[in-house]
């Protein structure tokens, strides 16, 4: 067990409460942090003794199809290009199916193969979903972007305008547009986090540290499926992030929850826990 796993255990045994399930964790942090194998591991060493259920943000997405037509619609917005931002996600499944977790009602949970269409990644077919029959002791929801808050309109405009007058290279190459449609759809996302009793954010003190990460995600994926996006891909599948990850990262201080923050080195070894 790592050390984070470690940490991530203990906070969480501390949470569970009879009065309080299915306790719905949430777990934020960038792309290739290791999100999914903290996951997975919680998931192997919880489900000993507890009915424990993983869902992850990306399960969510648009299908491939639904996404082309979101690009088709946006032209012009390189941040609807491909999936990952808000506005590329289902939010009335996402709702559905944490409703269904929190009522104890027998839902399945839908999967995203992230491999189809080289690399560009579309839903399962439902038959591949995981049918849950049963009530649930611990809900996993993990995510890039878990638990961030809109900025108002003013918020929005006033960084837009000081990234466009620095010549800032995340903010500053896009439009006003383009950032107030991804603020917008964030909106809704909010409805997601009502769910989360407590929320981990994983982090780090460098966002550069994010494409090493996405680079060793998507050679392993190439490995296993054989498919997959090129480094070139990569590069630019991550600067699509960037702008929500310096907007959005420091509202997870707003967020209304009990929140552990564990701040990682480049080889994902813990340097700080706050609370």
């Not at 003794?49 to 992850?56: R, T």
């Not at 989360?196 to 954010?201: K, M, Q, Y």
Request: contains cysteine.
């Amino acid at each position: 067990m790592t050390r984070l796993t470690s940490i991530v255990l203990s906070f969480i045994r501390d949470q569970v409460s009879p009065e309080v399930r299915p306790l719905f964790v949430g777990i934020s942090g960038p792309q290739g942090c290791g999100k999914s194998t903290l996951a997975s591991e919680l998931q192997t060493i919880l489900s000993q003794s507890q009915q424990i259920v993983v869902l992850s943000l990306d399960d969510i997405y648009l299908t491939h199809q639904a996404q082309l037509e979101l690009s088709s619609n946006y032209p012009n917005n390189p941040l609807l290009k491909h999936r990952g931002q808000p506005g590329t996600h289902d939010i009335t499944l996402g709702i559905s199916v944490l409703q269904s977790l929190k009522n104890g009602i027998e839902v399945s949970i839908p999967r995203y193969d992230k491999s189809a269409f080289q690399g560009r990644g579309d839903r399962c077919p439902i038959e591949q979903w995981d049918r849950i029959g049963k009530s649930v002791d611990i809900v996993l929801f993990e995510g890039w972007c878990l638990g961030f808050q809109p900025l108002s309109q003013d918020e929005l405009r006033s960084q837009w305008e000081e990234a466009k007058k620095t010549n800032d290279p995340i903010l500053g190459i896009h439009e006003f547009d383009h950032l107030q449609f991804m603020n917008k759809q964030l909106r809704q996302y909010t409805a997601l986090w009502g769910f989360l009793d407590v929320l981990i954010s994983v982090t780090t003190n460098d966002p550069n540290y994010v494409y090493s990460w996405r680079q060793q995600a998507e050679s392993a994926l190439w490995k296993m499926c054989n498919s997959g996006m090129t480094r070139e891909q990569v590069q630019e599948f991550v600067d699509g992030y960037m702008p929500a990850y310096k907007l959005y990262k420091p509202t997870l201080n707003d967020i209304n929850k009990k929140v552990l923050q564990i701040v990682l080195s480049l080889d994902r070894q813990v340097i700080r826990i706050e609370k």
